[in-house]
């Protein structure tokens, strides 16, 4: 069963709300959240039999008034036995993709902004992070706060395939939030923020470094699932698809998809491209993986307008980025863009971005 959160701990008094509210949780449907509904309910349930062979971990002494629910035993993504195979057969009790990904005539087009971010941690946290890539997390949480001030909500990459797929257009103002490399920061700094503006990521995560310091665990990962969050397929290793011959891309594309099956009991239903490397024979590797039903780009398609020359005496003004109008077919699906957010976007930028 899913662990309850505490998704309507934002703006509550202090730790006696907290202490109540987890009382509540203990014995309430984990389901019941304030989370903005999406045209496809994400409603899912962790399958028992993916932890059988969990290794119990510590769990806290329960007070006699207050009943703490204990961390889900999960396996090490290092204990798991290596499947190279996208067969949802392969992993056993892991929950399978919905529905055939066959309809590739169709020309069903949505229009849903992808945003791409990747370490949100304060700078001083951020170690050797490209620092382009490194968003603080009062950043984040201002933006967040933007978008959801102007009306926009969150689905997952998961229920934008599955829109896509069945034909349904999600209400105006969707987007996507995903956040690659699954960095731990994702979960101690990302995680509570997009709690408290009710939004929802995608989590694109180095299937191998699952478990490692300074990655996501399986508990958070587990955790991130739990509440609805979406964990997506980023290879084994971030390697460069493109140079690698079919036995590698099998199984950079296919181990870590059962690798993250193995961890989440879900299989992952989008892959993103390490630094956006693609090309014809690595779709031809993805389609292969019926699991992953899209895959998107890394790089995102933006046009830089150089200022206009100033007047005589004035200062030059900075460049305009724009952004290609991002939209989505299932004929396109394995090469969806996103928008990449940085540290130096403002919130008032990022909504003219998304219109
Ligand atoms: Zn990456």
């Not at 014995?27 to 059988?52: H, I, K, Q």
């Not at 199984?251 to 993103?272: F, K, N």
């Not at 390490?274 to 899209?294: F, H, N, W």
Request: with cysteine.
């Amino acid at each position: 069963m899913k662990r309850p959160h505490g998704y309507d701990l934002a703006g509550t008094a202090g730790l006696l709300g907290v202490a109540i509210l987890l009382v509540i949780a203990g014995c309430a449907t984990p389901n019941a959240t304030s989370r903005p509904s999406s045209p496809v309910p994400a409603t899912r349930s962790l399958p028992a039999a993916t932890f059988a062979t969990a290794t119990p971990t510590a769990t806290p002494s329960p007070s006699p008034e207050i009943t703490v629910p204990p961390p889900t035993p999960r396996p090490l993504a290092g204990s798991l036995p290596l499947v190279n195979s996208c067969d949802p057969s392969s992993v056993s009790g892991a929950v399978a993709v919905p529905g055939p990904a066959d309809s590739s005539s169709s020309s069903f087009t949505l229009h849903v902004p992808i945003l791409m971010y990747h370490r949100i941690v304060p700078l001083a946290e951020a170690g050797n992070s490209i620092s382009g890539l490194v968003v603080p997390p009062e950043t984040f949480d201002a933006q967040l706060a933007a978008l959801g001030g102007a009306g926009w909500h969150t689905i997952t990459m998961a229920t934008l395939a599955t829109d896509l797929q069945d034909h349904v257009t999600p209400p105006a103002k969707t987007f996507v939030i995903t956040i690659d490399d699954g960095w731990y920061d994702g979960f101690t700094y990302a995680f509570p923020i997009l709690q408290r503006h009710g939004f929802v990521a995608t989590f694109y995560v180095i299937a191998g470094r699952i478990d490692e310091p300074n990655f996501l665990s399986s508990i958070q990962l587990g955790d991130l699932v739990a509440a609805d969050d979406d964990i997506g397929d980023h290879t084994m290793d971030h390697a460069n698809l493109t140079a690698l011959g079919a036995a590698d891309l099998k199984y950079q594309i296919d181990a870590a998809a059962a690798r993250i099956a193995q961890v989440t009991g879900y299989w992952p239903e989008s892959l993103a491209y390490p630094s956006g490397y693609e090309d014809t024979k690595v779709i031809a590797a993805l389609s292969a993986c019926q699991e992953l039903r899209m895959a998107v780009l890394e790089r995102a398609l933006e046009i830089v307008t150089p200022a206009r020359a100033p007047k005589p005496g004035a200062t030059q003004g900075p460049p305009t980025t724009t952004f290609l109008q991002a939209y989505e077919t299932w004929a396109y699906r394995f090469l969806v863009p996103r928008i990449r957010v940085t540290p130096g976007t403002t919130p008032a930028t990022l909504l003219a971005w998304l219109g």
